[in-house]
């Protein structure tokens, strides 16, 4: 259901759109990280359709950190990658400079799934503050209601 649901919005591999990226560097900006992303997962990869601080269009998706945010209900943290062991033997953990700490929230859709995520990311351990949470939150929530806007708009219904 969520990858069919991604497939609609026809989103994957489209240029960029100012209104993502804006919300993707204000996410960087409240969580005062050097990068932001806002990707989008299928079956075989992240794709990113926003980003800022970092030069990749897509990732692998059994190497992307933000197949565990899909899985949440909501915000999920790691204050420090490297004691964590689900995290530990990461590649882009163990790169110079690290992942060290992440924050993801998953886009929730009007019909609950979950196309991909919303993430900031440094390169030092450290935890958001519990208004930071709720602006990354309220930022993924806005990038919901640009997707599902855009989909309505490609659609021809209002």
């Known amino acids: 259901r969520r990858l069919a649901r ?3 919005l026809a989103v994957m591999d489209t240029e960029r759109e100012p209104l993502f990226d804006h919300l993707v560097a204000l996410a960087a900006q409240v969580c005062e990280t050097p990068v932001a992303l806002f990707g989008l997962v ?3 990869r992240q794709w990113f359709k926003a980003a800022v601080g970092f030069r990749r269009d897509e990732t692998p998706r059994e190497r992307t950190v933000c197949v565990h945010t899909l ?4 915000l999920f943290e790691v204050h420090d990658a ?3 062991p ?3 033997h990461h590649p882009d953990v163990l790169a110079e400079p690290g992942l060290r700490f992440y924050a993801g929230v998953p886009i929730r859709l009007d019909d609950g799934t979950h196309p991909g995520t919303l993430c900031v990311v440094d390169f030092r351990p450290r935890e958001l ?6 602006a990354l939150t ?10 599902m806007m855009r989909e ?7």
């Not at 899985?71 to 909501?74: E, K, L, T």
């Not at 503050?129 to 709720?134: G, K, L, P």
């Not at 309220?138 to 997707?147: F, P, Q, S, T, V």
């Open 6 to 8: 991604l497939a609609a």
């Open 42 to 44: 299928d079956e075989r």
């Open 71 to 74: 899985q949440a209900d909501g």
């Open 82 to 84: 490297l004691l964590d």
């Open 86 to 88: 689900r995290f530990a």
């Open 129 to 134: 503050s519990e208004a930071q949470r709720d």
């Open 138 to 147: 309220r930022l993924a929530d806005a990038i919901a209601e640009a997707l």
């Open 152 to 158: 309505r708009l490609l659609r021809g219904s209002p």
